[in-house]
């Protein structure tokens, strides 16, 4: 009796809260099956309407997760088809194989389970510096078939085994890539020949979005990032995100010409000055540009000042300036005022040449700043920008570390993170 009437009451909360609430409540017990099994009634209920949600996003952890999904869908073909975002790691090793051999087969596996997933548009893989072979010796043949439905690749915290030919064998099976993102990837010792992997161009796709979050400065990864700019992909980004501006990405930008529309400038690490300049002379269309973590007292501010002095008359489609500051550079104001002075030169300047720019200062770190508010204030006083546009000058700041973490992936865009919606890039 108190079944039937609890079932009742769940089909008339079905019918009135929206499948997007229930995968809300899915995400609280997927992971424990038992309540799962307690709850089997309300799944009856909601299951139809939520299954193309439910189903969106896979995320496997470990070879079981793995093998559970390739049965599923050989049981019921139909599921496969709602499987958009397959998401591979951080892989739990529960086997009594040797780490690597574990990663390894797990990897294998999600590879094999791609080509029954032919529904997919975006790959991630996060394998928290685990070593792989991303192109295994027995599916190399297969690879093309196997991510030809891949947009968008997140590559995240991978020592990659079999070196750079092996990461451009990934690349290269998916081809109609546009999207791409890097988040530390690492090359192992263990290099195979090039050969060995036979990779062939086949990308269909121009290459739109490039993110760069690593050391771009050392081989192999400047080699990569060569690789890019001469043609080794249709390279021709309309966004592109660095951490640290070195020779190589600076060159990038310059190949991306006229298809640049936003550019976002992580300060963490160190940027040189442009080899060239003015550097954005041919990015005609650049309408976008974030520099993050400016902090005036450290090593990246010379590297921001040379990002704002090589924006020009050319760059007509200017339309937002975001500028990222650490709440800390708030603490020296007075020792850092020439540098003030300086960024405030190159806003004005900017300002009178690009009327219809939008400037906009996030402050973060701000709640260990005491009266952050009235540094704040007082530095936007002094900005000329200020006094003779303010109309054209935004200030945000997050008041509480609660704000912060809220705020920081949208409102402050902190960094340029991998698991950022491309979307997001181009929404200033």
């Known amino acids: 009796m108190l079944a039937a009437h609890s079932f009742s009451k769940v089909q008339v909360f079905s019918r009135q809260l929206p499948p997007e609430i229930w995968i809300v409540v899915l995400s609280y017990l997927i992971d424990d099956r038992m309540s799962l099994k307690v709850c089997a009634f309300v799944c009856r209920a909601w299951l139809s309407a939520t299954r193309p949600y439910l189903l969106e996003t896979v995320r496997i952890h470990n070879l079981s997760t793995c093998t559970e999904i390739?049965?599923?869908i050989d049981t019921f073909p139909d599921i496969a088809r709602y499987v958009r975002e397959p998401h591979v790691g951080p892989i739990e090793w529960t086997d009594s194989l040797s780490r690597e051999e574990y990663i390894r087969d797990v990897w294998s596996c999600c590879l094999r389970l791609l080509g029954k997933l032919k529904g997919i548009r975006k790959l991630s893989i996060d394998l928290n510096s685990e070593r792989v072979d991303l192109a295994p010796e027995d599916i190399q043949g297969q690879l093309p078939a196997l991510l030809e439905g891949v947009e968008t690749l997140v590559l995240k915290d991978i020592a990659c085994l079999g070196g750079l030919a092996a990461l451009k064998c990934?690349?290269?099976?998916?081809?109609?890539?546009?999207?791409?993102?890097?988040?530390?990837?690492?090359?192992?010792?263990?290099?195979?020949?090039?050969?060995?992997?036979?990779?062939?161009?086949?990308h269909k796709e121009a290459l739109r979005t490039l993110v760069w979050t690593g050391w771009a400065e050392y081989y192999p990864s400047a080699e990569l990032l060569s690789w890019l700019r001469h043609?080794?992909?249709n390279f021709s980004p309309s966004r592109l995100g660095f951490k640290g501006m070195t020779e190589?990405?600076?060159?990038?930008?310059?190949a991306a010409g006229d298809s640049l529309e936003y550019l976002s400038v992580d300060l963490e690490y160190s940027t040189?000055?442009?080899?060239?300049?003015?550097?954005?002379?041919?990015?005609?269309?650049?309408?976008?540009?974030d520099i993050i973590r400016f902090n005036p007292h450290a090593h990246g501010a010379e590297g921001m000042l040379s990002v704002l002095s090589n924006i020009g008359a050319t760059n007509t489609s200017?339309?937002?300036?975001?500028?990222?500051?650490?709440?800390?550079?708030?603490t020296r104001m007075s020792s850092d005022a020439s540098i003030w002075r300086e960024v405030d030169s190159h806003l004005a300047r900017l300002a009178r040449s690009l009327p219809a720019l939008v400037v906009t200062l996030y402050f973060y770190?701000?709640?260990y700043v005491d009266d952050h508010s009235g540094k704040i204030i007082e530095l936007v006083d002094n900005l000329t920008l200020f006094r003779e546009a303010r109309g054209r000058l935004s200030v945000c700041w997050s008041a509480t570390r609660e704000q912060?973490?809220?705020?920081k992936a949208v409102d402050l865009k902190l960094m340029c993170l991998p698991d950022v919606d491309p979307g997001l890039l181009g929404s200033l």
Do not use: K
């Not at 912060?404 to 705020?407: C, E, I, S």
């Open 318 to 330: 200017m339309r937002q300036l975001g500028l990222s500051v650490v709440g800390s550079a708030l």
């Open 170 to 202: 990934i690349l290269l099976a998916c081809s109609r890539l546009s999207h791409l993102y890097f988040h530390q990837i690492h090359f192992a010792d263990e290099v195979a020949p090039y050969h060995r992997y036979d990779a062939t161009a086949n």
């Open 248 to 254: 190589g990405t600076w060159d990038l930008v310059h």
């Open 365 to 367: 770190y701000c709640y």
């Open 70 to 72: 390739d049965a599923s």
């Open 404 to 407: 912060y973490l809220h705020a």
């Open 231 to 233: 043609g080794g992909m």
């Open 272 to 289: 040189s000055r442009p080899p060239t300049a003015p550097a954005f002379a041919c990015n005609t269309r650049l309408a976008s540009i």
